[in-house]
T-cell receptor
């Protein structure tokens, strides 16, 4: 079954509002990656976190990796219509990269 | 530089038919993967190949076989298609199996009736 859980499954926001998606694993991950998939497209790599407690920023996006390396979050400040899509976390355990179910973000202008 | 190329883009099969999904990458990557994507289930790993000459099962390998033909190509075969295999299939590659990001192809939308 799914070993990397991601919530919420859907999020509808007004343009300008903030957005956060959370990723949780039952076991320790060696690293975590985040991907974005636009409607009708394929997943595109955004960032990778490796260290316990790591925080990385990309413009309006902030990524965190938990101290126990079992959870992660992606926060978008002041969403824009270009942020629409599904955001996936993916945790590496051994040789496998296991994806969460994704959070589908819609932004109302 | 095409990246990861998948063929076909769309396919409709009848139950029991067989087919092979093709994938090729031109980035000289060592590792290649096949995922399926279903609504609400995210991306689930079917099989992967850490390096040329090796293949391993992922989360949902039943009903599928793979071949790492050479460093560039990694094919996915459905021997006897079932309606439960209706899905979008993505091939991906990465430089190594470790910390490298995945590069995805555009996907194959498969319907089994």
């Amino acid at each position: 079954g799914q070993q990397v859980m991601q919530i919420p499954q859907y999020q509808h926001v007004q343009e300008g509002e903030d957005f956060t998606t959370y990723c949780n694993s039952s076991t320790t991950l060696s690293n975590i990656q985040w991907y974005k998939q636009r409607p009708g497209g394929h997943p595109v790599f955004l960032i990778q976190l490796v260290k316990s407690g790591e925080v990385k920023k990309q413009k309006r996006l902030t990524f965190q990796f938990g101290e126990a390396k079992k959870n992660s979050s992606l926060h978008i400040t002041a969403t824009q219509t270009t942020d629409v899509g599904t955001y996936f976390c993916a945790g590496r355990r051994g040789g496998k990269l296991i994806f969460g179910q994704g959070t589908e973000l819609s932004v109302k202008p | 530089n095409a990246g990861v190329t998948q063929t076909p883009k769309f396919q409709v099969l009848k139950t029991g038919q067989s087919m092979t999904l093709q994938c090729a990458q031109d980035m000289n990557h060592n590792s290649m993967y096949w995922y399926r994507q279903d609504p609400g289930m995210g991306l689930r790993l079917i099989y992967y190949s850490a390096s040329e000459g090796t293949t391993d099962k992922g989360e949902v390998p039943n009903g599928y076989n793979v071949s790492r033909l050479n460093k560039r190509e990694f094919s996915l075969r459905l021997e006897s298609a079932a309606p439960s295999q209706t899905s979008v299939y993505f091939c991906a590659s990465s430089e190594t199996q470790g910390d490298s990001p995945l590069h995805f192809g555009n996907g194959t939308r498969l319907t089994v009736t």
